[in-house]
């Protein structure tokens, strides 16, 4: 799909909330997706609008993690079906819940150096 990162590199979540977040000290507003490859800015603002196709940095990026992490908002709740049907088809398994915590798990894993990407939903 050829979508283009904000910047390259993998920053830590520094703070999230307020609609946004603060990354390498940047502050980015709704949702992002980052990747080995970069930050993208990322459409959803609800778990019912993620879709196949907003998923595309991560399946760009396919290859340069092992695990990728969603955080689906204020609440952890499952992924729309074809979704997680086109993840799944690119042998993306994700690891699904809550910003807050996907924020510290997503961070806690770059601290490990370990290959990594995530989605994050914007929350208030």
């Known amino acids: ?36 490859l970069g930050l993208y800015p990322w459409s959803p603002k609800s778990v019912e609008q993620i879709t196949p196709v907003s998923l595309a940095p991560i399946i760009e990026a396919a290859g ?11 609440q952890t709740v499952r992924l729309p079906a074809d979704a997680q049907r086109r993840l ?4 993306i398994f994700p690891d699904a ?3 807050g915590p996907a924020c510290r798990t997503y961070n806690m894993m770059l601290s490990e150096n370990r290959r990594v990407a995530a989605a994050f939903i914007a929350v208030v």
């Open 97 to 99: 819940m809550a910003t």
């Open 88 to 91: 799944e088809s690119q042998a």
């Open 1 to 36: 799909m050829g979508t283009k990162p904000r910047f390259k590199g993998q920053p830590p979540v520094d703070a999230y909330g307020n609609g946004g977040f603060r990354l390498g000290d940047q502050r980015f507003e709704g949702s992002v997706i980052v990747t080995p």
């Open 64 to 74: 340069h993690f092992d695990f990728v992490i969603i955080g689906l908002g204020e």
